[in-house]
């Protein structure tokens, strides 16, 4: 049976609800996890402010093995943990799990890209200053890094809107979850070509704003 878009178009804004609040609370979340964890990829390797061997190669290969999995096999992979953590394995809120563990260790190395772009003769000159390396870290490594990760965030973010659209294929809710629910299961043109447009809507807003904070975070 046709659906009439008009009449559904409230089911759609609560699925980009759904989409935006996953997003959002994934971002923040992963934020709060990757980037200490960015930080210590950068202080602890060889030549580092806090140089620590052993702790770098261990940290490095666990984050480069969270990364290597692909995000549909990991939302399957971890179900049992998700049911754990929240009771269920299926809408908005499991989806927030495995979406926090999926983009925490890009998010981790973006910022360890942002920092390493920061040029060496700030931080000698920091030293030579007396200054510690925790100061350093927070008023030296992450001012000078602030516009590139702001830009690296604005990645991670859009890279979200799209892994929770494939949190649809297991119930995950939002605009994904709708996709497939109808446009994909009851060949619902109408209910598709809206979800991607709502999608694309989202990811231009997000790079727009990305855009114009790091421009301004640079001029300061």
């Known amino acids: 049976m046709q659906v009439d878009l008009m009449e559904f178009w409230p089911r759609i804004l609560q699925a980009t609800n759904e989409t935006l609040l996953m997003v959002g609370i994934s971002l923040l979340a992963a934020t709060i996890i990757g980037l200490p964890l960015g930080i210590s990829l950068v202080v602890t390797r060889s030549g580092g402010l806090l140089e620590n061997k052993a702790f770098f190669r261990i940290l490095n290969s666990v984050v480069n093995f969270f990364r290597s999995i692909p995000f549909i096999i990991l939302l399957v992979a971890i179900l049992p943990l998700t049911r754990l953590i929240v009771g269920t394995s299926i809408g908005t809120a499991a989806a927030v799990v495995p979406l926090v563990i999926f983009s925490a260790p890009y998010i981790a190395r973006l910022v360890e890209s942002s920092l390493l772009e920061v040029k060496s003769g700030v931080i000698e000159a920091a030293e030579a200053m007396g200054a510690t390396p925790w100061q350093i870290i927070f008023r030296v490594y992450i001012p000078e890094a602030l516009s590139s990760m702001v830009l690296n965030l604005t990645i991670a973010t859009i890279g979200l809107v799209g892994a929770s659209a494939m949190a649809?294929?297991?119930?995950?809710?939002?605009?994904?979850?709708?996709?497939?629910?109808?446009?994909?299961?009851?060949?619902?043109?109408?209910?598709?070509?809206?979800?991607?447009?709502?999608?694309?809507?989202?990811?231009?807003?997000?790079?727009?704003?990305?855009?114009?904070?790091?421009?301004?975070?640079?001029?300061?």
Not at 176 to 197: N, P
Request: proline share 0%; glycine share 16%.
């Open 168 to 220: 649809g294929f297991v119930g995950g809710g939002g605009l994904g979850d709708l996709a497939i629910a109808y446009g994909y299961q009851r060949f619902e043109t109408d209910i598709m070509i809206a979800t991607v447009l709502l999608l694309v809507l989202i990811v231009q807003i997000t790079q727009t704003i990305g855009n114009i904070l790091s421009k301004r975070i640079r001029r300061q």
